[in-house]
């Protein structure tokens, strides 16, 4: 048995002693074949805990990067009720499930222009997504993205701006050249909406135009534009605080409208854009 | 701060994994814990390390859930899959595996912050609000059976019954 106690053992071999306890205990295990033995075993223990410990941490990394890479088409339903009421940015959720915008509204979060949030579940990392409309399809990821961004899109972020361009016709050819030929510009001038810049924003890799418009009063309206592959014809539609959304396609471009107005009020808009844009 | 969280979240999933005993728990405690911490986002103090901030966040949430608790907490071992990886199991993680989920939550995540995310007892007391003794002992306990435990199979029968000793309040049932 050794003479030191193990607890100042550990404590030595853990380096949480004082330099002149530290030195002093080194001297007694130096000449003491127990205390020598005990250190060393102590000192393997120690450094396959701190292995151990560091696996368990590429483990969690592993099943983020996993989950990043998984498709939006596996996202699976939220819980409304249980994110309904809550803050904005507050809202976490524990139902099981893979990666819901995980990729895409990180990266909007780290440009700053979006509000994701986090959700835990099931050893995945998510970021919540937005209340879907009841009795309608759920929103494919990209949609929310939208939602998310539109929160944070600002009435000053039109008004100070340099560049508002001031060709819808040169707008709409260069969005259509990121876009498709087939992108539609409206003009919602007869709506009391001023067009005031198109701009090609990026989510989950994929070019998204936005195309911002200002109301008399009160902040901008957006409608968002972007290729679009795999043919869903029944975009469904979310909320996310004050922003609403409805979505349409049309010759092969999803259309997402995003604006902080009523039901209603967003059933009306959406209809006559797409009449506007059916008519061009 | 949210992003904060997000690229913290692997050690905080692990921080929660050692306070759990099975996967659910940790994740309904992470996520309660992380909701809270958005939040009361106004109670983080800048200065503060975030990482120590959030674990003892954490820690607060998972001593309340036990205080919560109706029903008397059941003894057992946690799960072995909170420590054991799921791919790629390499030589001698089983064993960290059964180690780990004998012992008690409250000795685990002392394992965690000293050997795990290399913070000193004393950094470790205050972010457990534990005394520093109690931290120490059980730093020392928790590397004195694992060193016994890597030494065969004879020393894992002495190191569980030692644990059961040592920690009889595992097997405590609260009234």
Redesign the interface.
């Known amino acids: 048995m050794s003479e030191l106690s193990?607890?100042l053992?550990?404590?030595y071999?853990?380096g949480?002693l004082a330099r002149d306890q530290s030195t002093a205990v080194k001297g007694v295990v130096e000449f003491d074949d127990v205390s020598n033995k005990r250190v060393a075993?102590?000192r393997?223990?120690?450094a396959?805990?701190?292995?151990?410990?560091?696996?368990?941490?590429?483990?969690?990394?592993?099943e983020?990067d996993e989950v990043e890479e998984q498709p939006a088409e596996v996202e699976p339903d939220v819980a409304p009720a249980a994110i309904a009421g809550q803050?904005a940015?507050?809202?976490?959720?524990?139902n099981?499930g893979a990666l819901v915008l995980a990729g895409g509204a990180?990266a909007v979060?780290?440009l700053g222009v979006g509000a994701?949030?986090?959700?835990?579940?099931?050893?995945t990392?998510q970021?919540t997504q937005p209340v879907a409309a009841p009795n309608k399809p759920q929103a494919p990821a990209w949609q929310k993205e939208i939602a998310l961004t539109q929160g944070m899109f600002g009435r000053e972020a039109l008004e100070v701006s340099l560049e508002s361009q001031a060709n819808p016709d040169l707008v709409r050819f260069q969005l259509a050249s990121v876009i498709g030929p087939s992108l539609a510009l409206p003009d919602l001038e007869p709506e009391g909406l001023r067009f005031m810049r198109g701009q090609i924003l990026r989510s989950s890799g994929e070019p998204i135009a936005q195309i911002s418009y200002l109301p008399e009063q009160g902040p901008p309206i957006a409608l968002y534009a972007k290729a679009d592959s795999n043919g869903q014809t029944d975009l469904g539609s979310l909320s996310q605080g004050d922003v609403r959304t409805r979505a349409w396609l049309h010759e092969g471009i999803a259309y997402v409208l995003a604006a902080a107005l009523s039901e209603p009020e967003m059933d009306a808009l959406a209809e006559k854009i797409k009449g506007v844009i059916a008519s061009q | 701060m949210?992003?904060q969280?997000?690229e913290m979240?692997?050690?905080l999933?692990?921080f929660a994994?050692v306070l759990a005993n099975s996967?659910e728990e940790r994740?309904?405690l992470?996520?309660?814990a992380?909701?809270a911490m958005?939040?009361n986002?106004h109670r983080y103090q800048s200065g503060v390390q975030f990482d120590r901030w959030a674990f003892s966040e954490i820690h607060a949430m998972w001593l309340k859930g036990l205080a919560e608790r109706d029903e008397p907490i059941v003894p057992g071992p946690a799960e072995e899959r909170l420590?054991l990886?799921?791919?790629g199991e390499?030589d001698?993680?089983r064993e960290?595996a059964e180690f780990?989920r004998s012992l008690p939550a409250q000795q685990r995540v002392v394992?965690?912050l000293?050997?795990?995310?290399g913070l000193?007892?004393e950094d470790a007391a205050k972010l457990l609000a534990t005394p520093l003794e109690t931290i120490?002992?059980r730093?020392?306990r928790g590397?004195?059976a694992?060193?016994a435990h890597?030494?065969g199979p004879a020393a894992g029968t002495t190191h569980q019954a030692d644990v059961q000793q040592l920690y009889p309040e595992q097997k405590r049932v609260p009234a």
């Not at chain 2, 000293?114 to 995310?117: A, S």
């Open positions: 193990d607890e053992l550990v404590a071999v853990d949480q075993g102590l393997r223990a120690n396959r805990l701190e292995e151990a410990f560091e696996a368990m941490l590429r483990e969690h990394r592993d983020e803050s940015l507050a809202v976490f959720l524990s099981h990180f979060l780290l994701g949030y986090l959700i835990n579940t099931g050893g990392v970021v | 949210r992003t969280l997000i979240l692997p050690r999933r692990r994994g996967a994740e309904r992470l996520s309660t992380c909701d958005l939040e986002a420590f990886p799921q791919a390499i001698g993680d960290f780990l394992l965690l000293v050997y795990g995310e000193s007892y120490a002992r730093a020392a590397l004195i694992f060193s890597l030494e």
